[in-house]
C-alpha cells in the first residue's frame, strides 16, 4: 500500500535538504571541508598551519571553507589584537564537536581502503 504522505523537508541555516543525509553532505560536502575538521579535532589551529597541512587547497578555498563552516557554527574563529603580528586560530564549536565520531569514522575508512589498494 502506498503512502500519500509529503516528504520531510530538512531545513539548516536558512537551507533547505530533501533529506537529512543531503543536510550532513551539505555542511561538511566537498573537497576540503572533512579535512579542515580532520585537523581541527586535536584542537585550535591558526590559519597558516592549517594551510600548510593542506598544501594543495588555494588560499582563496580555504578562506571560503572556513567562511562556510564558520556561518554553519561548525568552527569558530578567534582574532587576537594583543600585540603584532594578528593571530587568528580556528577550532570546533560544540555543534563542531558532535561530528568528531563521523570525521573519525571518515578517515579510518580512507585508511582501510588504503591499505586494500
Known amino acids: 500500500m502506498e503512502t500519500s504522505e509529503t ?12 533529506c537529512c543525509a ?16 580532520f585537523h581541527l579535532i586535536e584542537g585550535p589551529l591558526r590559519y ?13 578555498t580555504l578562506s571560503l571553507q ?6 554553519d557554527g561548525i568552527i569558530q574563529r578567534k582574532v ?6 594578528l593571530k587568528v586560530e580556528y577550532s570546533l564549536t560544540p555543534l563542531g564537536e558532535t561530528l568528531i565520531p563521523i ?3 571518515i578517515a579510518d575508512w580512507g585508511d582501510q581502503v588504503q591499505k586494500i589498494n
Open 103 to 105: 570525521i573519525k569514522a
Open 66 to 71: 572556513l567562511k562556510k563552516l564558520e556561518e
Open 80 to 85: 587576537y589584537h594583543k600585540k603584532p603580528p
Open 7 to 18: 516528504p520531510k523537508i530538512h531545513s539548516f541555516n536558512g537551507q533547505q535538504y530533501p
Open 22 to 37: 543531503s543536510l550532513t553532505m551539505g555542511v561538511i560536502g566537498g573537497k576540503w571541508k572533512t579535512v579542515i575538521l
Open 48 to 60: 597558516n598551519i592549517l594551510r600548510k597541512t593542506m598544501p594543495t587547497v588555494t588560499e582563496r
